[in-house]
């Protein structure tokens, strides 16, 4: 599958861009894009513990898996 990721405020800053498309497995969870991104930006495993994240505009724990509307 592929998701839109949204970047705000500090990470927005540190990628330069405001969103981007990401391919995904089937199964991916919130913690699985935070660690596709950390590999290329490695600074944001040291905001992790400030990040919200969400899937399809709701507030999501990490491990919550992705789910196609």
Do not use: W
């Not at 199964?27 to 660690?35: F, G, I, K, M």
């Amino acid at each position: 599958m592929r998701v839109q990721v949204l970047f705000f405020g500090q990470l927005k800053d540190l990628t330069g861009c405001s969103s981007e498309s990401l391919p995904l497995a089937d199964r991916a969870t919130a913690r699985d894009v935070l660690q596709h991104y950390s590999k290329e930006y490695p600074s944001i495993l040291k905001l992790a513990s400030s990040l919200a994240l969400s899937i399809n505009q709701e507030y999501a724990a990490p491990d919550a898996p992705y789910m196609m509307r």
